[in-house]
């Protein structure tokens, strides 16, 4: 967020956040009733197909799994330049083999051992959270070592920047730089979509974790942009010098706009803490990659859409052969041993950033027909599991908006002269989604779903009778899940007892 900040300025990073967060929070609010109603594995890639047409479940699958994949290397790059916060000698490739091992550790799991896990690397995060909040409520009201009650005047330099250009253009600039940043940030409901097919109890506590996320976006991804705001100003020298690199401490933990703030306040020992908390937050993102890229490709080969082998899985279920081809991307990350490595990081963040605005467009899509679909077939949307308000309008809203948002994202390649390196930085996924799409659709002649063909029962007898099964399952909690996980205490299931 520091570099929108000192591009747009504090009031141009929360409207960027803010306008994001309402887009994607509609995009949840499709996909969360298409998930509740048939949760099945890598949910809106077989909604797509099914529902919409089959080649664009092919392009969407490979579209997310490539989106999800690159966020492997983002994470191990991210882990061993925060590490450089504290040594400049820090052996990179170590950082980056050792970091990868433990994402295999943590994933050779079944789906119930990843959940704990991920619980605990969780913590770290909200741990992180509200350290930064209480650090911007508390300094701000004076609790800092001047005693200086500083309030909102980090504002002062202008709530709105210009960037690229002067006047208002370069204000409105300045504000799409922080929206086009925040399209990177603001994630979540393509994840949970990802192992609908795997939770627990998946009507129940998938409609609770769709429910949450808007409660999420607003304090995680809008709060911290109020937050970085309000400790640092978007001229201040050290932030932009870091991030033109004409500071030291450009690419690493050094560069976060907090740890500037805490320097700038003479507070010696929090960097380190917050630099030592964004870490578990890396590897937990990277685990989350890591699992959700796997469960995608998985769901392609189910479909059809991937090689055959990649439907083994080991007796837990774990899809092995899709998370061994999945780790391959982690050796993208070594690039980072030269000297280009911020232009990996560059590279990385704006592909990832277009595949991930595909995805939330596609599931705005397939949204429309699925509603199309239950309105032929006359299925009452009140009995569904999940109930989306404000439908069908509000896809329409996001498709417009998120494809508008797609087309400009990568205006700089145009202006003040063409440029073709930066041009396929922002559409190679563009491009390549076409590409496959056209592909699919010409190789195997696929057809758009007719309302009143579309299969809105496939999954419904096995998802019933997964259910009733757990029914009789013990309930049991975070601790003695985690007990379990180990082998210090098992439970069994009830409904097993009465066989």
């Not at 210009?162 to 370069?170: H, I, P, R, V, W």
């Not at 990659?289 to 392609?300: E, H, N, P, Q």
């Not at 059809?304 to 007796?315: C, I, R, S, V």
């Not at 963040?349 to 077939?377: E, P």
Request: with cysteine; glycine share 8%; hydrophobic share 50%.
């Amino acid at each position: 967020m520091g570099g929108a900040l000192a591009t747009g300025g504090p009031a141009s990073l929360i409207l960027g956040y803010l306008l994001q967060t309402c887009l994607i929070g509609m995009a949840n609010n499709c996909v969360a009733e298409m998930v509740c109603f048939m949760p099945v594995p890598a949910a809106f890639i077989q909604h797509a197909t099914r529902w919409v047409d089959p080649a664009l479940g092919f392009m969407v699958g490979w579209n997310y799994y490539f989106y999800i994949a690159l966020g492997i290397p983002f994470e191990l790059v991210g882990t061993s330049l925060i590490l450089g916060f504290w040594r400049d000698d820090i052996p990179v490739a170590a950082v980056i083999c050792v970091l990868a091992a433990i994402y295999v550790f943590l994933n050779v799991f079944a789906v119930n051992w990843y959940g704990v896990s991920e619980s605990w690397l969780t913590l770290g995060k909200l741990l992180l959270f509200v350290i930064v909040f209480l650090f911007t409520l508390i300094t701000m009201s004076g609790g800092n070592p001047q005693r200086d009650a500083y309030g909102f005047r980090n504002w002062s330099p202008g709530a709105f920047l210009e960037y690229l250009n002067t006047g208002s253009l370069g204000k409105f600039q300045g504000f799409l730089s922080c929206w086009f940043q925040s399209a990177f940030v603001v994630v979540g409901p393509d994840y949970v979509s990802t192992m609908a097919g795997e939770a627990k109890n998946p009507r129940v506590s998938l409609k609770k974790a769709y429910k949450t996320m808007y409660a999420r976006f607003a304090v995680f991804f809008v709060g911290s942009a109020l937050c970085i705001g309000i400790v640092v100003r978007s001229n201040d020298p050290t932030l932009v010098g870091v991030l033109n690199g004409t500071e030291s401490g450009a690419g690493t933990g050094a560069a976060s706009p907090y740890v500037i703030a805490a320097k700038n306040m003479n507070i010696a020992v929090l960097p380190s803490i917050i630099n030592a908390l964004l870490l578990t937050s890396l590897v937990s993102a990277g685990n989350n990659f890591v699992f959700s890229a796997t469960r995608g490709l998985y769901g392609m080969a189910l479909n059809g859409q991937a090689p055959k082998f990649l439907q083994y899985t080991t007796q837990r279920g774990v899809p092995i052969y899709c998370l061994g081809f999945t780790m391959l991307f982690s050796a993208i990350a070594f690039l980072q041993l030269n000297d280009s490595s911020a232009k990996v990081y560059y590279w990385i963040v704006n592909c990832a950033t277009a595949a991930g605005i595909i995805n939330y467009i596609v599931m705005s899509i397939t949204y429309v027909f699925f509603y199309r679909a239950l309105k032929k077939q006359n299925i009452d949307r009140s009995t569904l599991p999940y109930r989306g308000w404000g439908q069908p309008y509000m896809s329409y809203v996001a498709i417009f908006m998120l494809s508008a948002l797609l087309l400009c994202f990568g205006y700089q390649s145009f202006t003040p002269v063409w440029s073709i390196e930066s041009f396929f930085i922002y559409y190679t996924f563009l491009l390549l989604g076409i590409l496959t799409y056209t592909f699919w659709k010409v190789i195997h002649r696929t057809k758009f779903v007719k309302p009143e063909e579309a299969d809105l029962i496939w999954a419904h007898p096995e998802v019933d009778a997964h259910e009733a099964f757990i029914a009789g399952e013990q309930e049991i909690g975070f601790w003695r899940e985690t007990a379990a996980m180990v082998g210090i205490k098992k439970y069994r299931n009830r409904a097993e007892e009465n066989i």
